[in-house]
T-cell receptor, first 115, second 114 residues
Framework: AQTVTQSQPEMSVQEAETVTLSCTYDTSESNYYLFWYKQPPSRQMILVIR??????QNATENRFSVNFQKAAKSFSLKISDSQLGDTAMYFC????????????FGKGTKLSVKP | ETGVTQSPTHLIKTRGQQVTLRCSSQSGHNTVSWYQQALGQGPQFIFQYYREEENGRGNFPPRFSGLQFPNYSSELNVNALELDDSALYLC?????????????FGPGTRLTVL
């Protein structure tokens, strides 16, 4: 069975600074996908970034980038130039490859961006 | 393009009752997944429907059941409600034609069981 672990229940960062959220996962699959989702207080889960395990290049979306270490089964999210609107719960998630299937989520990290 | 919508926004039930939650998928999406998110936890997969058939199920008892309709909207039914069923229920839709598509989430239904 796959598991996703987020070891930082809460983090805070000053506006315009950079913050890194940690995620580790455990799987015996070789084909899988990893995601970071953001859940603001409005509750709507929004995809931040996605990484295919077969790609060596780390995914980047504007101010968001990942550090994907496949051998270490680590998938951290870096947020650069943090903005007040980045305040939210962040969830790391795993999906087995070749499926339409389910996401396996970590417990989340609550990020607060302070002015 | 209309996103994923869910109804109701929140509701309160008592233990032993039955509840039906509804989800309208995003236009063009034929796959709907349901998740339960307990307070302070990440979402947990309940089941998925693809073209009106159940296409995978998580570790939830049979009193959690679902339907998907020809227009790809979906219902989650929970019978014999228990206090531990209190949670945010999230619906997510995806195109489904290819594997590993992004899932688009609705705003959720907050269920409180007293």
């Amino acid at each position: 069975a796959q598991t996703v672990t987020q070891s930082q229940p809460e983090m805070s960062v000053q506006e315009a600074e950079t913050v890194t959220l940690s995620c580790t996962y455990d799987t015996s699959e070789s084909n899988y996908y990893l995601f970071w989702y953001k859940q603001p207080p409005s509750r709507q889960m929004i995809l931040v970034i996605r990484q295919e395990a077969y790609k060596q290049q780390n995914a980047t979306e504007n101010r968001f980038s990942v550090n994907f270490q496949k051998a270490a089964k680590s998938f951290s999210l870096k947020i650069s130039d943090s903005q007040l609107g980045d305040t939210a719960m962040y969830f790391c998630a795993f999906m087995k490859g070749g499926s339409q299937g389910n996401l396996i989520f970590g417990k989340g990290t609550k990020l607060s961006v302070k002015p | 393009e209309t996103g994923v919508t869910q109804s109701p926004t929140h509701l309160i039930k008592t233990r032993g009752q039955q509840v039906t939650l509804r989800c309208s998928s995003q236009s063009g999406h034929n796959t709907v997944s349901w998740y339960q998110q307990a307070l302070g936890q990440g979402p947990q997969f309940i089941f998925q429907y693809y073209r009106e058939e159940e296409n995978g199920r998580g570790n939830f008892p049979p009193r959690f059941s679902g339907l998907q309709f020809p227009n790809y909207s979906s219902e989650l039914n929970v019978n014999a409600l228990e206090l531990d069923d209190s949670a945010l229920y999230l619906c997510a839709s995806s195109p489904g034609q290819l594997f590993n598509n992004e899932q688009f989430f609705g705003p959720g239904t907050r269920l409180t069981v007293l």
